[in-house]
């Protein structure tokens, strides 16, 4: 079966209403049923509550209190890099951006500027630069750390489709980073302006920055941007910069010269956040 058949099925499902029942579903606290549910997701996905700053099921009031919860000191030391993983997952695409256009799967890009929600001086920013998409599956710790110091510039909502972002329907879905919802953040670093996209997914319930909050819902119908003064916001590398509520994909772009990838860094490989992603050029 093609992958276009196998996705065929998203375009006729109501993914909104979904994402709001599931997003509902997991912002309630239901006392014994909760703590099942949360032990049949652990279960079913093998989750490592090893690693959690809390491994007692039972202490977690909703399902997404357990979804967003914080790892035990030490549990993701950073490396000794310029850059590190600022998720755990595994790396969907990474290389260099062609012109102004993404990698997605065979068959499939999409430009820069669709990304960021169609700022174009933004996305020249980024010409021939370097990207990286980082899928992050159920089981996976789902919180979003910063992979260098950077300024928060910008913030931007671009609302969009909800479709799944798992490996086969990025093979099925053409600009389907483009065009799902999502949440750009925009930093300046010392190797130049950073964008990382947070996209959304079906179930997806919301999406957090820790300096703003839920940034949705609501779901706005605009593409609504969010400035901030020089020096206002500032968060180190390793920092917490977000967390998704249900799982999803981040897409980090950097401008032309500001890095190489480590050798090993390959489409379908497991990372770690804080492990060495990077050196600067």
Sequence with gaps: MSDFIAVLPQYLLPKRALTVFGGWVASRRWGTATTRLIAWFVKRYDVNMGEAADPDVKNYACFNDFFTRALRPGARPLAQA?????????????????????????????????????????????????????????????????????????????????????????????????????????????WGPMVMALVGATVVGSMATVWHGVVNPPRLAQVTEWHYDEGAITLAQGDELGRFLLGSTVVMLFPKGALDWNAQWQATLPVRMGEAMAHAQ
């Design 82 to 190: 310029d850059f590190v993983c600022p998720v755990d997952g595994a790396i969907s695409q990474v290389g260099a951006i062609e012109a102004d256009q993404i990698f997605q799967a065979k068959g499939h890009a999409y430009s820069t500027t669709a990304l960021v929600g169609g700022d174009a001086a933004l996305a020249a920013q980024f010409q021939n630069g370097s990207f990286a998409t980082l899928y992050l599956s159920p089981r996976d710790y789902h919180r979003i750390h910063m992979p260098c110091t950077g300024q928060l510039r910008s913030m931007v909502y671009v609302p969009g489709d909800l479709f799944s972002v798992n490996p086969q329907t990025a093979r099925g879905v053409p600009g389907l980073f483009a065009r799902n919802e999502r949440v750009v953040c925009v930093f300046d670093t010392a």
